[in-house]
């Protein structure tokens, strides 16, 4: 205690004695950081991935995925007919002006928006050879069977009688004819549809709706929706495209997008857009409670100014020890300017105070530095080790927010020991008493008066609303979908809607990558088991598509065993069952023997040719469109396969069991034979955000835990007794439960935002407490009433500012914002409440030297 006293005396000395001195030292010192406070503002890191563990295997996989193949998640470009009439023509036309508009390799890598040349030369004519090899072997006696029954026969046999018999073109009927038993047709659709996520007609090869009112194009940036700058300069782009192929087609057609990029632009938007309408709706309302408390403009300088410098030092260390802010920590001004005004509200406070009894102004920052001073020095330690802790995260963008946050705190807290006092010094020494009004007590003595006569009714009370809202709060969910923190326009949500009803358009994907050396088809049978196992599953786990490298280059081994499963297909028995279904229509059977001898010229060219291979020597259609799937790495080649689920993304536990089972099958079918290991990597949005999800947890406990730990040490090493931490401590806890309960009650949940109020509440909760009881303890006769009065009037400014600071978030638009904003607002008012009511009440039964006998006694009267 001695030792703070004269730490305290010292800085008073010092700011009484040369006020003068310290405010050119600090303009020196603002200006040396104002110099480079810049730097980092200028430095903005938008890209997420940055910011998240570098060690988490998922986040790794993540990163190689977009090194290796690019930007993993694609942009869908949406065409529709402003009259809502089928008009494919005009559809076809903005589309091809859109793939134009679209084509600058600085943000696309490709856009589709039919079956390209390169996929329609690989999958060659439609009874061509290449449809033989590719289609996988286990799925012939499917299409051998759908094909070759009686019922699909005598189809076919009556739709070639009226092929022949009615009034088409030859050109027509050749056409026709070139497939009579509509092989080739059905192979291209089992292997163009198990790979696209989007539903298209296989015939015309095009993303058109089958009402002939939206197209469909797929665009695939150049990197991911990560790096908000990118995603800006894109979505600029694009929007740009649409309007110019709007205006061209005299506004017949709309244009709009979907996707992640979108989805993170609009993110990014709203926050700029709540960041300012609610810091410009929080200042302002700071600003008059401040006028109506103080009663003076000027608390706004002596108060404000101290913050901006603290802050503007804060930026100096950023630039010379970081050197940039990220999307997590360019909001920690705002955070700082919330908690650093508490120190100086409570030190301008008492100096007000101390001048209306009628002290000199020198007296007056004495007092309240010695007497305040020690409170807000534990009360900034406690609020920066709340900080401090985040560096036991794992996340580097939670990590920088600890040492910037807690840096911050320390810096605003110097600037409010040394610069406020100067600045009270120089600017209010010579004001006479008279200008000092009376200040406003909040009906702070009514209170007081109320629950010292009354305390032990006051803590039964209390004790009756803790069990009734602890019990609700056991009941507290949790809401751990980060999508639920976002809030989606109703034009976006129409537009998913309508494309949706159409297009079937799935959730993001999930990225399987099989890894495996030393050479591509080792790495391909690995993938071919992959492929097999994922549909063999597909119902099971509800996945609505496969984008497979199979469907496109299947190892030689997977190409030899189809070979040989055509290699057992009876033509012969097909003729026969056809000819007899022919004869039963009337056909004729020179028709019918065509048919046949195309089908045994299908079976004898699949059976002729050369397993297809990847090499210099490919077709250019081949290496252009392998290149989406496979990469070589080191030693091992890496082949991806994109896994689209049926409706919303699963959930962790379905997820990790369809890994399980890959990872089981592909040990047992695999293994090290002929090959080496085999490896598979997941990685994706979802499965990104299901680890996230589980880690953030995990060190949201583990910093609750040792923010704890470390309050309670500061506190009885300010106190020096533990009962006395106690009287601090347990009205914090109340309120927490009541603030839970109350959110129980109102339907609300928890998330990954607003939970980060919980320690803001907790730390608001401590520093009142610890004010009023440590003005208790340096009155003259202990009276806790006018501890009350006196120090609870800056108790309920602090409280209020930042319930208004917080509460102006509840008015923003983003979802995440505003339950931050909401719980905030509620938590810090059940705060002040259980401080000046339970603290003065715990203090009149247990506090002194009553113990906690006291409670058994009963109130007088």
């Not at 401590?729 to 928890?750: D, F, I, R």
């Not at 002040?832 to 009267?861: F, H, M, Q, Y």
């Amino acid at each position: 205690m001695a030792l703070r006293r004269t730490f305290h005396e010292a800085i008073a000395s010092v700011t009484t004695r040369h006020p003068r001195l310290v405010v050119l030292v600090a303009l020196l010192v603002t200006l040396l950081a104002g110099s480079v406070a810049l730097e980092p503002l200028q430095n903005i890191d938008t890209d997420i991935l940055r910011q998240l563990p570098g060690e988490m295997p998922e986040v790794r996989a993540y990163r190689r995925a977009v090194r290796d193949f690019g930007a993993l998640d694609h942009l869908y470009g949406v065409i529709e007919t402003s009259s809502g009439s089928a008009d494919i023509p005009l559809l076809i036309d903005a589309a091809q002006r859109l793939a134009v508009a679209l084509d600058n390799p600085e943000f696309v890598f490709e856009v589709q928006w039919s079956l390209d040349p390169d996929t329609q030369d690989h999958y060659g004519e439609a009874t061509g050879i290449t449809h033989g090899l590719l289609l996988p072997a286990e799925q012939w006696p499917s299409v051998r069977d759908a094909l070759f029954n009686e019922e699909a026969l005598h189809a076919r046999a009556v739709h070639l009688r009226h092929l022949l018999s009615g009034p088409l073109s030859p050109r027509v009927a050749r056409e026709q004819m070139r497939d009579p038993l509509q092989l080739g047709n059905t192979l291209l659709r089992q292997l163009l549809l198990t790979r696209s996520p989007v539903r298209f007609d296989p015939r015309s090869g095009r993303f058109i709706s089958q009402d002939g009112t939206m197209l469909l194009l797929v665009i695939r940036p150049l990197k991911p929706p990560t790096d908000l700058l990118f995603s800006q300069a894109l979505m600029h782009h694009v929007r740009t495209a649409a309007g110019s192929v709007e205006a061209a087609l005299g506004g017949h057609v709309r244009i709009g997008y979907l996707g992640p990029h979108t989805e993170t632009l609009y993110d990014t938007s709203l926050l700029r857009k709540d960041v300012v309408s609610t810091a410009l709706a929080s200042g302002l309302c700071v600003i008059i409670l401040f006028i109506i408390a103080f009663r003076r403009l000027s608390a706004i300088l002596f108060v404000g100014l101290p913050l901006a410098v603290g802050i503007i030092w804060t930026l100096g260390l950023i630039a010379l020890f970081i050197g940039h802010l990220t999307i997590v920590t360019c909001a920690f001004a705002a955070i700082v300017l919330g908690l650093g005004i508490d120190f100086g509200i409570h030190l301008y406070n008492r100096f007000l105070e101390d001048r209306l009894e009628g002290n000199r102004s020198r007296q007056s920052v004495r007092t309240a530095l010695v007497e305040v001073g020690p409170g807000v020095f534990t009360s900034a330690v406690t609020t920066a080790l709340g900080f401090f802790a985040l560096l036991l995260t794992d996340f580097p963008g939670f990590r920088e927010l600890g040492i910037i946050g807690g840096t911050g705190v320390l810096c605003c807290l110097l600037s409010m020991y040394f610069l406020m006092p100067s600045l009270l010094m120089v600017l209010h020494h010579r004001q006479p008493r008279s200008r000092y009004q009376r200040l406003t007590s909040f009906g702070l003595e009514g209170l007081a008066d109320a629950v010292v006569r009354r305390p032990r009714t006051t803590l039964l009370g209390g004790l009756i609303v803790t069990a009734w809202l602890g019990f609700l709060a056991i009941g507290i969910q949790f809401d751990d979908n980060l999508f639920h923190l976002r809030e989606i326009p109703p034009e976006q949500i129409s537009l998913q809607n309508r494309v949706a009803n159409r297009f079937g358009l799935p959730s993001q994907p999930l990225l399987l990558t099989v890894s495996r050396g030393p050479n591509l088809q080792s790495a391909l049978s690995a993938n071919d088991v992959l492929s097999r196992r994922l549909v063999e599953i597909s119902e099971d786990h509800g996945i609505a598509a496969i984008d497979s490298l199979r469907t496109l280059l299947p190892s030689v081994e997977g190409q030899t065993q189809t070979q040989r499963m055509i290699d057992s297909f009876d033509v012969d028995a097909v003729g026969e069952a056809f000819r007899a279904e022919a004869a039963a229509v009337g056909l004729s059977p020179a028709a019918v023997q065509m048919s046949l001898d195309r089908l045994r010229a299908w079976k004898r060219q699949t059976l002729e040719a050369d397993p297809l291979r990847l090499s210099l020597a490919s077709r250019q259609s081949l290496r252009r469109l392998v290149t989406n799937y496979v990469t070589r790495s080191g030693e091992n080649y890496r082949v991806m396969t994109s896994v689209y689920p049926h409706g919303s993304p699963w959930s962790g536990e379905a997820q990790g069991l369809l890994i399980d089972d890959l990872t089981q099958t592909l040990r047992e079918q695999v293994g090290t034979a002929s090959g080496g290991e085999v490896t598979l990597e997941v990685t994706g949005v979802t499965a990104l955000v299901d680890n996230l999800r589980r880690l953030i947890k995990r060190d949201l406990v583990l910093t609750v835990f040792v923010v704890t730990l470390g309050v309670v040490a500061v506190l009885w090493f300010h106190f020096r007794s533990f009962r006395t931490a106690l009287l601090v401590t347990v009205p914090v806890l109340t309120a927490v439960l009541w603030t839970l309960g109350l959110m129980a009650l109102a339907g609300a949940s928890l998330n990954f935002i607003n939970v980060l109020a919980l320690p803001i509440i907790i730390g608001l909760g401590i520093d009142n407490g610890l004010h009023i009881i440590e003005r208790h303890r340096g009155t003259a006769h202990g009276c806790i009433d006018v501890a009350l009065v006196k120090t609870g009037r800056a108790v309920v400014i602090t409280s209020l500012s930042t319930i208004l600071g917080f509460g102006a978030l509840s008015l923003a638009s983003f979802r995440g914002i505003q339950a931050l904003g909401l719980l905030a607002l509620v938590g810090v008012a059940v705060t002040l409440i259980s401080a000046i009511t339970l603290i003065p009440a715990l203090v009149e039964t247990v506090g002194n030297k009553r113990g906690w006998r006291g409670l058994l006694r009963p109130d007088a009267g």
